[in-house]
């Protein structure tokens, strides 16, 4: 999906709700657990009761890998679905992968071609060659970790080396690589007061921030310095959206808590 399509459907919606499928199977409603594929039974009924509510899906792949082969098949037929019923929607695999270049070759291919996800969360830290591969598929998004939503970011992320934080260079060098405007960044809602230092260096290129919900973070601070004019922001929410209720319900209470941050959404952009 190009970036103008993905600009054009966060208008149409009013929403930058970026909804995490971390389908854990020991937090499934027992009455799905009967089901062949209960992950996909699960994911399947909340993109139903939710999709016009975001513009972007990300299943984080270890509640996948975590299954074996058949957790491999619940992500396929998960991402088979929102590309049949929802063509519209973004679809991030939350993998965190990056290796050298040839590895990072099959990644790509893995996650671009094989599964056909939009995009993939790639890890900075081997550099520009365990990048690249995945820059060079057109219309495909590489999403790069800067600044995280957790603890350990202080361990190395905020850290100055030549008097300037790791998360700073591994933008400002990331943004010369060849292709780079197929970059986004991750950077953690809970790290939001670093946003405007963030802007000045990529003014205009998407932010994808988890860490709302159950991590603490805070929309209405994201936006205060994430917001561009074109939005510029995918906010993700797992935890506090899918497993909402955890009764036979569990689709329309899900609905329920992505409606409350649509609108509030809704009203951020249009005041933007
Ligand atoms: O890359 C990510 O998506 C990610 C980066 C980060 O800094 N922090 C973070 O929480 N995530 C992911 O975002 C999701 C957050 O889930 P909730 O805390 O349940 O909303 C999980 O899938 C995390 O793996």
């Given at each position: 999906?190009?970036?103008?399509?993905?600009?054009?459907?966060?208008?149409?919606?009013?929403?930058?709700?970026?909804?995490?499928?971390?389908?854990?199977?020991?937090?499934?409603?027992?009455?799905?657990?009967?089901?062949?594929?209960?992950?996909?039974?699960?994911?399947?009924?909340?993109?139903?009761?939710?999709?016009?509510?975001?513009?972007?899906?990300?299943?984080?792949?270890?509640?996948?890998?975590?299954?074996?082969?058949?957790?491999?098949?619940?992500?396929?037929?998960?991402?088979r679905y929102?590309r049949e019923q929802?063509p519209?929607?973004?679809?991030?695999?939350?993998?965190?992968?990056?290796?050298?270049?040839?590895?990072?070759?099959?990644?790509?291919?893995?996650?671009?071609?094989?599964?056909?996800?939009?995009?993939?969360?790639?890890?900075?830290?081997?550099?520009?060659?365990?990048?690249?591969?995945?820059?060079?598929?057109?219309?495909?998004?590489?999403?790069?970790?800067?600044?995280?939503?957790?603890?350990?970011?202080?361990?190395?992320?905020?850290?100055?080396?030549?008097?300037?934080?790791?998360?700073?260079?591994?933008?400002?060098?990331?943004?010369?690589?060849?292709?780079?405007?197929?970059?986004?960044?991750?950077?953690?809602?809970?790290?939001?007061?670093?946003?405007?230092?963030?802007?000045?260096?990529?003014?205009?290129?998407?932010?994808?921030?988890?860490?709302?919900?159950?991590?603490?973070?805070?929309?209405?601070?994201?936006?205060?310095?994430?917001?561009?004019?074109?939005?510029?922001?995918?906010?993700?929410?797992?935890?506090?959206?899918?497993?909402?209720?955890?009764?036979?319900?569990?689709?329309?209470?899900?609905?329920?808590?992505?409606?409350?941050?649509?609108?509030?959404?809704?009203?951020?952009?249009?005041?933007?």
């Amino acid at each position: 999906m190009t970036t103008q399509k993905l600009v054009s459907e966060i208008k149409r919606k009013g929403s930058f709700l970026c909804i995490g499928l971390d389908t854990d199977i020991s937090k499934i409603p027992s009455h799905l657990l009967q089901a062949q594929d209960p992950v996909f039974e699960f994911n399947k009924a909340i993109i139903d009761a939710t999709h016009h509510l975001c513009v972007a899906y990300k299943p984080n792949i270890a509640f996948y890998e975590a299954n074996g082969s058949k957790g491999w098949d619940s992500l396929q037929k998960t991402v088979r679905y929102l590309r049949e019923q929802y063509p519209e929607i973004f679809t991030i695999a939350d993998a965190k992968r990056g290796d050298i270049g040839n590895t990072s070759k099959m990644y790509a291919k893995a996650f671009f071609q094989d599964l056909g996800f939009d995009s993939v969360t790639v890890a900075p830290y081997m550099g520009k060659d365990s990048i690249e591969p995945f820059l060079t598929f057109n219309d495909k998004h590489t999403i790069l970790l800067a600044l995280t939503s957790n603890e350990g970011a202080f361990d190395f992320q905020t850290r100055l080396v030549d008097g300037k934080e790791v998360y700073k260079t591994v933008i400002e060098v990331s943004k010369g690589w060849q292709n780079s405007q197929n970059l986004m960044y991750v950077v953690g809602a809970t790290k939001a007061e670093y946003l405007m230092e963030i802007r000045k260096i990529i003014p205009n290129n998407f932010l994808l921030v988890p860490g709302v919900g159950a991590q603490g973070g805070s929309l209405e601070e994201v936006c205060k310095y994430g917001l561009t004019e074109d939005c510029g922001l995918l906010i993700n929410s797992s935890r506090g959206i899918i497993y909402a209720s955890s009764d036979t319900d569990f689709a329309r209470a899900a609905s329920i808590k992505a409606q409350e941050l649509q609108t509030k959404m809704a009203i951020l952009l249009h005041d933007n």
